[in-house]
């Protein structure tokens, strides 16, 4: 299993994730925000707000949303 080991904020809806599998990168969740947990999210503020759960091993908000090491990796931004 895949598990985030840290997460930064970039900037807009774009944070910055590293796996326990050596990789890293930045995901933007800008048009990924849509469902009832996660609209609160698109207050740049509340987005900004999260943390890495230690026993979920995953980027979560207080409100309870929280998005899969899998999902995150998927939508990884290519590099540059």
Not at 6 to 35: C, H, M, P, Q, T
Not at 49 to 77: M, Q, R
């Amino acid at each position: 299993m895949l598990h985030v080991l840290d997460a930064k904020y970039v900037s807009d809806y774009r944070i910055w994730v590293s796996f326990d599998d050596g990789s890293d990168g930045v995901v933007n969740l800008s048009n990924l925000l849509k469902g009832p947990i996660f609209e609160p999210l698109q207050e740049l503020d509340q987005f900004k707000a999260f943390t890495v759960d230690p026993e979920l091993e995953t980027v979560v908000w207080s409100n309870g949303a929280d998005l899969a090491p899998e999902f995150l990796k998927a939508h990884l931004e290519p590099n540059h």
